[in-house]
């Protein structure tokens, strides 16, 4: 019944990985277009299926795997530097900034009245 061998084991699993993320880490892409965030989840599943299908599945969680590594070096690294919390992104001012968001997000919603 419960079986590994087939490619819905690498869906599973890399879908498990971006829910995680995005529960866990969501707050960083609060204003990313949702179409951006599908783009990459399904650009995730394409690679992890396609390295899996020519190089099998230890290649596959391998490469996976060590795409991880830029994301810690920017939360750990690279946000502390410029004064930003790299695990709650705060302060939002800083992090708006240093991601090229327009700060006053409450703008957009003022300028509709």
């Known amino acids: 019944m419960w079986e590994t061998d087939s490619l819905w084991f690498e869906v599973a699993i890399t879908s498990m990985v971006i829910a995680l993320g995005h529960i866990l880490l969501g707050h960083f892409e609060e204003r990313t277009p949702r179409v951006r965030k599908l783009v990459k989840y399904l650009l995730s599943l394409i690679v992890v299926i396609g390295l899996s299908l020519y190089f099998g599945r230890t290649v596959a969680f391998t490469v996976y795997a060590l795409l991880f590594i830029p994301v810690l070096y920017i939360h750990i690294v690279m946000l502390p530097r ?6 709650t992104g705060e302060p939002k001012s800083k992090y708006y900034e240093y991601r090229g968001w327009d700060k006053d ?3 957009s919603e003022e300028q509709n009245k």
């Open 105 to 107: 997000i409450f703008k």
């Open 82 to 87: 410029k004064g930003i919390n790299g695990w």
